[in-house]
């Protein structure tokens, strides 16, 4: 179950040498901090956290699971 999970909503963080800018999905950041903070990212409503206790908290409030 939670490997299902992570595959839907983990986006892995990837450099790219050419735009010197992390790639999570299809977003863009500047930093890997920045990266890190959106790596986890709602399949209902795209909205992304830091972590997957903070995605998990938002899917409970937002979307009843
Ligand atoms: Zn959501």
Avoid at 3 to 24: C, D, E, Q
Avoid at 29 to 51: E, I, L, P, R, V
Wanted: aromatic fraction near 16%.
């Amino acid at each position: 179950m939670s490997s299902i999970k992570y595959r839907v909503n983990h986006n892995p963080i990837l450099y790219n040498h050419l735009t010197k800018m992390y790639h999570v999905g299809r977003r863009f950041f500047h930093t890997y901090s920045d990266a890190k903070a959106n790596q986890w990212q709602c399949d209902k409503c795209k909205m992304a956290f830091s972590s997957f206790k903070e995605l998990k908290t938002h899917k409970t409030g937002k979307h009843s699971y």
